[in-house]
């Protein structure tokens, strides 16, 4: 094998798009899944690979200094790519402590292990974080995060991922670490848990359940395919410079409001429903504590350095995510009757 690449969160949204691009392009990489399977984490996810000769699923929690110290050992780790987070602003805002749990202690748990492996010896070594655009803060009607753009994150979730990437890069700078941090917009696509808008939206408008809108709907959004997420972090990890931050982003700036609309249409179409019908099931509600107005990125450092671009429309992206919804509803029955409906219940009854 020419590299053994641990993932850590394999089994979550962006993960396990993640590594079905990898394990089947890179025959010659052994990808290591290292995921403590939270209510996100979904091996169903990973049925394409699962049988692979280079891909191989371990069952361990990033805060456990042991279990990563003995997936580190036993697979002789030379890269990491790190998604492993608590990753919904929601739960962070009702249960702050086990994100800075998963998305502090977890990171430096990591950074130490490779730090105390690696030895010094950093020859083909890379510590590749994955982090999110949610650190910028919160933009007014114009202007773009670019890289250097000051951190000000305003949610728990938020500070834990900001508090883990000036870690990863206090690691660089105090110990030579060789890292690389992404920041990226708004994912949307296939595995998403349905607690995000666009699973959610999807999932109650196929069950004719209100869509719950925060505020007025008027917060903008930069959507990205999932899949051109997984694309550029294939190109960051092999080209991206060591100590060095890309912006990711998909040029497409939404209105909640506007996105759900568009999406009622094509649920409508889907579904054979007279047009118009399913925005019936618009429900404003009460706003979210400290929503930020605006995210919006600016990716041209990633696309003049490194020559990636976004390569999925918006409409083709969201056709081909909402098919994947409706063709998977085993997928989304089994997480609809598990214990998620006692988050729903708690998340949404008051609002
Ligand atoms: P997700 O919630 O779908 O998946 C998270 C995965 O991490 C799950 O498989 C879960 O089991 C695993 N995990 C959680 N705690 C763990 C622990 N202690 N040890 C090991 N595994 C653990 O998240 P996602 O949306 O796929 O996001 C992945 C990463 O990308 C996160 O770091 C997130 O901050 C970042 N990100 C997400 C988006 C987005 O739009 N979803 C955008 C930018 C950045
Ligand atoms: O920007 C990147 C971030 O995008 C990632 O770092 C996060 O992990 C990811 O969850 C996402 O955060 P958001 O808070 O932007 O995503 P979410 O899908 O939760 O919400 C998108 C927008 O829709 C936001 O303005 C809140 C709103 N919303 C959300 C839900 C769940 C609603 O109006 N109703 C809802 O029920």
């Keep these: 094998?020419?590299?053994?690449?641990?993932?850590?969160?394999?089994?979550g949204f962006i993960g396990s798009n993640l590594i079905n691009l990898l394990a089947s392009r890179y025959s010659s990489y052994r990808i290591v899944n290292f995921d403590a399977l939270t209510y996100a984490g979904n091996l169903e996810n990973l049925k394409a690979v699962e049988n692979l000769p280079n891909y191989i699923f371990v069952k361990g929690d990033i805060t456990n200094?042991?279990?990563?110290?003995?997936?580190?050992?036993?697979?002789?780790?030379?890269?990491?790519?790190?998604?492993?987070?608590?990753?919904?602003?929601?739960?962070?805002?009702?249960?702050?402590?086990?994100?800075?749990?998963?998305?502090?202690?977890?990171?430096?748990?990591?950074?130490?292990?490779?730090?105390?492996?690696?030895?010094?010896?950093?020859?083909?070594?890379?510590?590749?974080?994955?982090s999110t655009d949610e650190v910028y803060g919160s933009?007014?009607?114009?202007?773009?995060?670019?890289?250097?753009?000051?951190y000000d994150p305003r949610s728990p979730y938020s500070a834990s991922k900001a508090s883990s990437?000036?870690?990863?890069?206090?690691?660089?700078?105090?110990?030579?670490?060789?890292?690389?941090?992404?920041?990226?917009?708004?994912?949307?696509?296939?595995?998403?848990?349905?607690?995000?808008?666009?699973?959610?939206?999807?999932?109650n408008i196929k069950n004719n359940r209100p869509i719950p809108v925060y505020g007025k709907g008027e917060n903008v959004r930069d959507w990205l395919f999932v899949k051109d997420h997984a694309e550029a972090i294939d190109t960051i990890f092999h080209n991206g410079k060591i100590g060095h931050t890309y912006n990711i982003g998909g040029s497409n700036e939404w209105k909640n409001i506007d996105l759900i609309r568009l999406l009622c249409q094509i649920m409508d179409r889907k579904l054979g429903r007279e047009n118009g019908d399913s925005e019936k099931l618009i429900t404003f509600v009460s706003d979210r504590a400290g929503h930020d107005l605006r995210y919006a990125i600016d990716s041209s450092k990633l696309q003049n350095e490194l020559g990636w671009a976004p390569s999925v429309s918006f409409n083709e992206g969201l056709?081909?995510?909402?098919?994947?919804?409706?063709?998977?509803?085993?997928?989304?029955?089994?997480?609809?009757?598990?214990?998620?409906?006692?988050?729903y219940k708690e998340m949404y009854s008051n609002r």
Excluded at 106 to 130: E, Q
Excluded at 181 to 198: M, T
Excluded at 327 to 336: C, G, H, M, Q, V
């Design 165 to 203: 990437d000036h870690l990863v890069r206090a690691y660089h700078h105090t110990y030579k670490l060789p890292v690389v941090i992404s920041n990226c917009s708004n994912n949307y696509g296939p595995n998403q848990f349905p607690e995000k808008l666009i699973p959610l939206a999807i999932s």
């Design 65 to 130: 200094a042991d279990e990563v110290d003995a997936v580190f050992a036993k697979y002789t780790i030379d890269s990491v790519i790190h998604l492993a987070a608590e990753s919904h602003v929601d739960r962070s805002i009702t249960n702050p402590l086990s994100f800075i749990n998963t998305n502090i202690i977890g990171t430096v748990t990591l950074l130490n292990a490779a730090r105390k492996f690696w030895n010094g010896d950093f020859n083909g070594k890379l510590f590749y974080h994955i």
């Design 1 to 11: 094998m020419k590299r053994t690449i641990l993932i850590t969160g394999g089994a």
């Design 139 to 150: 933009l007014g009607d114009e202007g773009l995060f670019v890289e250097t753009t000051a």
């Design 319 to 343: 056709e081909e995510t909402v098919e994947w919804y409706l063709a998977n509803t085993e997928w989304l029955d089994r997480i609809l009757t598990g214990n998620y409906q006692n988050y």
